[in-house]
């Protein structure tokens, strides 16, 4: 399994920007797609990005397309979520995950995801 450690998140205001990192450590060798989900209190965890084990390919939720930006280091065996524009909807608890890319089949459904961050406070004030 990967250990996956998020940091990042804070307070900001509306319009304004944050970049979340994800690390990872453990079974890093193995292919993995990287994913950021979301969850606001008393509401579902969303799926909000994701990317390949190369970085060829990204995907993004329709709510947030434009204007965050999912992007990887595979030397440094980090994720990064660039968060612009950001709105009141925005405010969640994010996480970062990792699977296999031999496993996972649809990348916006998080039960296909085997290891999970602890998860980082976003909070955007109108």
């Known amino acids: 399994q990967v250990q996956l450690v998020e940091s990042g998140g804070g307070l900001v205001q509306a319009g304004g920007s944050l970049r979340l990192s994800c690390a990872a450590s453990g079974s890093t060798r193995s292919r993995h797609i990287m994913g950021w989900f979301r969850q606001a209190p008393g509401k579902e965890r969303d799926f909000v990005a994701a990317?390949?084990?190369?970085?060829?390919?990204?995907f993004y939720a329709d709510s947030v397309k434009g204007r965050f930006t999912i992007s990887r280091d595979i030397a440094k065996n980090t994720v990064y979520l660039e968060m612009n524009n950001l709105t009141p909807e925005d405010t969640a608890l994010y996480y970062c995950?990792?699977?296999?890319?031999?496993?996972?089949?649809?990348?916006?459904?998080?039960?296909?995801?085997?290891?999970w961050g602890q998860g980082t406070q976003v909070t955007v004030s109108s």
């Open positions: 990317i390949s084990w190369s970085g060829g390919s990204t």
């Open positions: 995950a990792a699977g296999p890319a031999w496993k996972i089949g649809n990348v916006m459904r998080s039960m296909e995801y085997d290891s």
